[in-house]
C-alpha cells in the first residue's frame, strides 16, 4: 500500500534558524496536504498542493511540491517560538481506497528562544 | 456541529473494561478516520470510512479493536478488554471527498487513561 514518510523525525532550532522538513510517498500523489499540532492539540489543516512543481508561501513558511509529485517540503525562515508543533504531511493518491489520506510520521519541531 | 465532535473528551478505564468512544464528524463528510496518538508520538492509522463501509482497516492493532459507522455519519471505536498499551488520544477526522477537496478535519481527540 501506500506509504508517506517525512523526515527529520525531530529538530531542535535556535529561534531564527531556518528549519525544513521533508515528505516522500511511495507512490504519485494527486495532492499533498501539510497540517500542523501544536503541544496539546491536535492537527490542524495549512496547505493543500495539487500541480506538479507548486510553491505556495504562507509568511515564512514556504510548502513545495515535487515534479513527480511523490515528494512534498515545507521550509519555515526565521523560526519564531510560535512555530513548535509537529508537522506532518499527508498525501492523497487517487489509485487508493476511494481518495484516502495517507499521514507520514510527523515531525517534531523544537525552538529555542 | 461546526466541527468534528468527539466524546469522551476523557475517559479512565480499569484494564480488562471494555470501552467506547465515538466521534460525529461534520454533516455531509463521506470519509471518516481514527488515529491513536501516543504522547510526542506521530499519528498511527487505525481505520479509515468511506461512507459506511471501511475500505481499509489495516491499523487496527488487534482483533480487540472494531469500529463501526452508521448511516454515513457517527462512528465508534469500541476496544475490549482494555490493556495499559492501549493508553493513548484516539483522534477521528473526516473530510469531504469530492473532487481535490479532501481537507481533513480533526475533533480534540478523547485522551483514554488504562489503569
Known amino acids: 500500500g501506500q506509504q508517506v514518510m517525512q523526515i527529520p523525525q525531530y529538530q531542535h532550532v535556535q529561534e531564527g534558524e531556518d528549519f525544513t522538513t521533508y515528505c516522500n510517498s511511495s507512490t504519485t500523489l494527486s495532492n499533498i496536504q501539510w497540517y500542523k499540532q501544536r503541544p496539546g492539540g491536535h492537527p490542524v489543516f495549512l496547505i493543500q498542493l495539487v500541480k506538479s512543481g507548486e510553491v505556495k508561501k504562507q509568511k515564512r513558511l514556504t510548502f513545495q511540491f515535487g515534479e513527480a509529485k511523490k515528494n512534498s517540503s515545507l521550509h519555515i525562515t526565521a523560526t519564531q517560538t510560535t512555530d513548535v508543533g509537529t508537522y506532518f504531511c499527508a498525501g492523497c493518491d487517487d489509485n487508493n481506497a476511494g481518495n484516502m489520506l495517507t499521514f507520514g510520521g510527523g515531525t517534531r519541531l523544537m525552538v529555542k528562544p | 456541529g461546526a466541527g468534528v465532535s468527539q466524546s469522551p473528551s476523557n475517559k479512565v478505564t480499569e484494564k480488562g473494561k471494555d470501552v467506547e468512544l465515538r466521534c460525529d464528524p461534520i454533516?455531509?463528510?463521506?470519509?471518516l478516520y481514527w488515529y491513536r496518538q501516543s504522547l510526542g508520538q506521530g499519528l498511527e492509522f487505525l481505520i479509515y470510512?468511506?461512507?459506511?463501509?471501511?475500505?481499509?482497516k489495516s491499523g487496527l492493532p488487534s482483533d480487540r479493536f472494531s469500529a463501526e459507522r452508521t448511516g454515513g455519519s457517527v462512528s465508534t471505536l469500541t476496544i475490549q478488554r482494555t490493556q495499559q498499551e492501549d493508553s493513548a488520544v484516539y483522534l477521528c477526522?473526516?473530510?469531504?471527498?469530492?473532487?481535490?477537496?479532501?481537507?481533513?478535519?480533526f475533533g480534540q481527540g478523547t485522551r483514554l487513561t488504562v489503569v
Open positions: 477526522a473526516s473530510s469531504l471527498v469530492k473532487g481535490a477537496h479532501t481537507e481533513a478535519f
Open positions: 470510512f468511506q461512507g459506511n463501509s471501511a475500505p481499509d
Open positions: 454533516s455531509g463528510h463521506t470519509a
